[in-house]
């Protein structure tokens, strides 16, 4: 289970063979807790920044694994 928050609204995350459910609202113990705003987000997508240098530059924090907060941003085609 993980935690997306994105321009201060939490959700939560939940992986289960490939499908992805979605609720709105935070969870207690995510697995990995990913906050970014959606300008962020949409420069992600677009490939205008790195998930790499957005982590760096904290326009992307973490809680948790950065390998599991990258493969939640490219499954979700938040990032390339």
């Excluded at 970014?36 to 790195?50: C, D, H, Y």
């Excluded at 924090?61 to 938040?78: E, F, H, P």
Aim: hydrophobic share 40%; proline share 4%.
């Amino acid at each position: 289970i993980h935690e997306l928050v994105l321009d201060e609204a939490p959700f939560t995350i939940e992986a289960k063979n490939g499908r992805f459910t979605v609720k709105p609202g935070g969870c207690e113990r995510p697995c990995t807790s990913v906050t970014l705003t959606r300008r962020t987000a949409t420069r992600l997508a677009s490939g205008k920044v790195t998930i790499a240098d957005a982590i760096r530059s904290g326009e992307v924090q973490v809680n948790g694994q950065k390998t599991a907060a990258k493969n939640l941003l490219r499954a979700l085609r938040i990032a390339a």
